[in-house]
Structure formats: structure tokens, C-alpha cells
Nanobody, 121 residues
Framework: QVQLVESGGGLVQSGGSLRLSCAAS????????MGWFRQAPGKEREGVSC????????VFPDSVKGRFTFSRDNVKNMVYLIMHNLKPEDTAVYYCAAGKKYCSDYDFDYWGQGTQVTVSS
């Protein structure tokens, strides 16, 4: 049974940094693309990173490119989203996700309960 549990969200000032963590269980990280998406109130879901299980590449949308980094620890079965230079428009609930479809589409099959990130101006 795939389970994903996020942590690390919180309130941060504009320009600050946060690291989100995701504990994965019930599967091996190598079996899935792993990534993150976010959803702000009244807005569509937006993928913010996806690590491809096929070639090890990571994709980011232009909105976060250069500011967000994805990493994973296969031994601990953990994935991380490291966010720098945060902006108020990054405020959203962030979800850790896993999938086997196209990473570039941020089309995930499983996700956790989410963690709130709030960036104050």
C-alpha cells in the first residue's frame, strides 16, 4: 500500500527558504516517478517537480526553476523539496506524489495529505 506523508511546511517570510520532507512507504522509490505538486485556494493544481525513474532527470516548471530543488534518499525512502527565495505566490498546500505516467505532465497516481506553506510579504 503506497503511503506518502509530508512534513516541513510552515510560515516563512518572502525570500526565505524551507525544506519539505516526504516519508514514503509501501513501495520502492525506484519503481515510481517522484515529485511534488501544490494547490492554492481557487487555483488549479500545479506540478512543481518530478524526478523521472527512467533517466534520473528532474523537471520543474518555469515558476520555480532555479529556486526549488528535488532530492531523494533511497536508503531512508524519503524525498525532499528544497525551496529558496520563496515568494508570496508560492503559498499553497504542497503534496508529495508518486506515479508511473509521464513525469513531464506531473501526472501522479498517489499523493499524501499535504503540508501548508505560507509565504508572507
Amino acid at each position: 500500500q503506497v503511503q506518502l506523508v509530508e512534513s516541513g511546511g510552515g510560515l516563512v517570510q518572502s525570500g526565505g527558504s524551507l525544506r519539505l520532507s516526504c516519508a514514503a512507504s509501501g513501495f520502492t522509490l525506484d519503481d515510481y516517478h517522484m515529485g511534488w505538486f501544490r494547490q492554492a485556494p481557487g487555483k488549479e493544481r500545479e506540478g512543481v517537480s518530478c524526478f523521472s525513474r527512467h533517466d534520473g532527470s528532474t523537471v520543474f516548471p518555469d515558476s520555480v526553476k532555479g529556486r526549488f530543488t528535488f532530492s531523494r534518499d533511497n536508503v531512508k525512502n524519503m524525498v525532499y523539496l528544497i525551496m529558496h527565495n520563496l515568494k508570496p505566490e508560492d503559498t499553497a498546500v504542497y503534496y508529495c506524489a508518486a506515479g508511473k505516467k509521464y513525469c513531464s505532465d506531473y501526472d501522479f497516481d498517489y499523493w499524501g495529505q499535504g503540508t501548508q506553506v505560507t509565504v508572507s510579504s
